[in-house]
């Protein structure tokens, strides 16, 4: 019975503590589970039209989720430092923190504008499968470079709504995002329905009119955000004087550096290592695009439960550390995991794993592919616990600002383990797609020892804005 105690006391908080961590996550949660019904919405409409449309996107959709998560993980970066600047009560600091986003924010988008645009038919190439017939390999490959193209339109909106999105999160206003993206994804339905097959007298678009949709819709949402800060400084008070001088201390500035780059290295790698594992699935055909990209939607929409409550992690973590606050840091973080755990276990079992079976049918494709689509759901399901203590290991060893341990933790793992075993199948293999997607999803117990083991040592814990 002791043991049981000393278990609840240390993984269980109370009812103030859950409202406390609801309050920041659940915002959070709802706006990015609404931008992924989006996507949902996307793929079920275009999946109405054709599966080569629907592998086009999805293949096209590829390359802007590595930029996606590439802006995430610079964002973060300075990140962290905005977190421990608000747990001091500097606005000051925080302002420069912004400031640094918004210059390399805006870099990387001008850099995957001109990357995406000259070299998107050589990206889009490498998923069309050797065996795709001449017809199908042109159609997919023209519906993709389409989609690419007009989605290159929204890149620096996106890129600067993100950073004002993350510092009111870091200053606990998580509902004005989840209100914008809410807003967002009414206009998108909206002009899906209209563009993609010509309703509401709109032109009938198809592929091009689904990206129309979805850029509209993020420059609108990071309008909204923008808009909102700057007319209330006085609950976010970092924007006020953001732009007045814009400068940046030269000795912070470095500090940032070294920790942005380091994380925005890291989620380049990652989210280019999760589209060559796309890669390395396609290998055994388009009817795998289709089918994962059926399966991913779905599971993306769940997803942002473990991802934002990882966040939260960042957040909560980070202002105690930064506060100098270590024992109620660590604290809070083990039941913070153990909150993630539980979370996303219910998820699998009670959500996930009932949808496994229906989902699928409302696309319009062949029924091989959505039976692997079923498939791929249903190990997904499975995985998410421990996709939950693994993004709640990384997010803690984020929080102190060692982005080298989260480098090895993450990317190292997915380049130097996962994507050699997972290509030596796939390539000079036989192994079918079923037996691929266990090996690579299944790994992930070896990132659970490895974080668990980082997490115990307590090395993470430390200030670094004195």
């Given at each position: 019975m002791r043991f049981l105690h000393n278990l609840k006391k240390k993984f269980i908080g109370d009812r103030q503590f859950y409202l406390y961590v609801c309050a920041i996550a659940i915002p959070m949660i709802l706006q990015n589970m609404v931008t992924n019904f989006v996507s949902l919405l996307d793929n079920i409409m275009v999946g109405q039209i054709g599966t080569m449309q629907m592998s086009g996107v999805a293949i096209a959709n590829q390359f802007t989720f590595v930029f996606n998560i590439t802006i995430f993980g610079t964002v973060a970066g300075a990140g962290i430092f905005s977190s421990q600047f608000f747990g001091k009560g500097d606005a000051d600091g925080q302002r420069y923190t912004v400031r640094f986003r918004l210059i390399i924010c805006t870099l990387l988008a001008l850099i995957g504008i001109l990357a995406f645009y000259f070299f998107g038919d050589?990206?889009?190439?490498?998923?069309?499968n050797e065996e795709a017939t001449a017809s199908e390999a042109?159609?997919?490959?023209g519906y993709g470079r389409t989609y690419l193209n007009?989605?290159?339109?929204?890149?620096?909106?996106?890129?600067?709504?993100?950073?004002?999105?993350?510092?009111?999160?870091e200053c606990e206003e998580t509902r004005v995002p989840m209100a914008a993206s809410v807003i967002a994804v009414v206009m998108n339905v909206i002009l899906d329905y209209g563009l993609i097959f010509g309703n509401l007298g709109m032109p009938e678009l198809g592929v091009a009119g689904a990206a129309i949709a979805t850029v509209a819709a993020k420059i609108v949402e990071a309008g909204i955000i923008i808009i909102w800060a700057h007319l209330n400084t006085d609950k976010i008070r970092c924007i006020g004087g953001l732009y007045k001088g814009f400068s940046i201390p030269g000795g912070l500035s470095l500090q940032m550096l070294r920790k942005s780059m380091p994380l925005m290295l890291n989620e380049f790698l990652w989210s280019y290592g999760m589209a060559t594992l796309t890669q390395c699935y396609a290998m055994r055909g388009l009817d795998v695009v289709a089918a994962q990209n059926i399966s991913s939607t779905i599971t993306n929409i769940f997803g942002v439960i473990y991802i934002q409550l990882g966040s939260s992690i960042a957040i909560i973590v980070g202002q105690k550390l930064g506060a100098g606050r270590f024992e109620e840091a660590k604290d809070t973080d083990n039941k913070l995991i153990a909150f993630s755990f539980l979370v996303c276990l219910a998820v699998c079992l009670f959500v996930m794993l009932p949808l496994a079976s229906w989902f699928p049918n409302v696309y319009n494709t062949e029924p091989e592919i959505r039976a692997l689509a079923t498939y791929m759901i249903t190990i997904n399901a499975t995985a998410m616990p421990m996709w939950a203590l693994t993004n709640a290991f990384y997010f803690t060893l984020r929080s102190g600002g060692n982005v080298m341990i989260t480098v090895a933790f993450d990317?190292?793992?997915?380049?130097?383990?996962l994507l050699p075993i997972l290509f030596v199948f796939a390539r000079f293999t036989t192994v079918g797609i079923h037996i691929l997607i266990i090996i690579a999803t299944y790994m992930e117990v070896i990132k659970i020892a490895i974080g668990l083991k980082m997490v115990c040592s307590n090395k993470w814990m430390r200030t670094i804005v004195n």
């Open positions: 050589n990206l889009i190439g490498l998923y069309i042109a159609a997919t490959l007009i989605m290159l339109i929204s890149m620096i909106p996106f890129a600067i709504g993100q950073v004002y999105a993350n510092i009111l999160r990317s190292i793992y997915t380049w130097v383990i």
